[in-house]
């Protein structure tokens, strides 16, 4: 490898969003930083396999007022 190209590779801390902490080598920071995670494989659902929607400010609700008529028959 040539000197002086390369990053400076060093320890740091990662904490997952449980808590848990382990020390590995990265470009990240200085040596010794922390880096704090938000979303882990331990908390995302890629990885955990659940899913939850989410309904902020009613949008399913006001979608489903909006549209919830469509494809329905009526009678008469």
């Known amino acids: 490898m040539k000197s002086g190209i390369h990053?400076?590779?060093h320890e740091?801390?990662?904490?997952m969003t449980d808590g848990t902490e382990y020390t590995t080598r990265s470009c990240y920071g200085k040596p010794g930083d922390t880096l704090?995670?938000?979303?882990?494989?331990?908390?995302h659902p890629a990885w955990t396999g659940v899913q939850?929607?989410?309904?902020?400010?009613?949008q399913v609700?006001?979608?489903?007022?909006?549209?919830?008529a469509l494809g329905q028959r009526k009678k008469g």
């Not at 740091?12 to 904490?15: E, K, L």
Request: charge should be positive.
């Open 52 to 58: 939850r929607m989410m309904d902020t400010g009613g």
């Open 36 to 43: 704090r995670l938000d979303i882990d494989p331990k908390s």
């Open 7 to 9: 990053p400076d590779y």
């Open 61 to 68: 609700a006001k979608f489903n007022k909006k549209f919830g």
């Open 12 to 15: 740091i801390n990662v904490i």
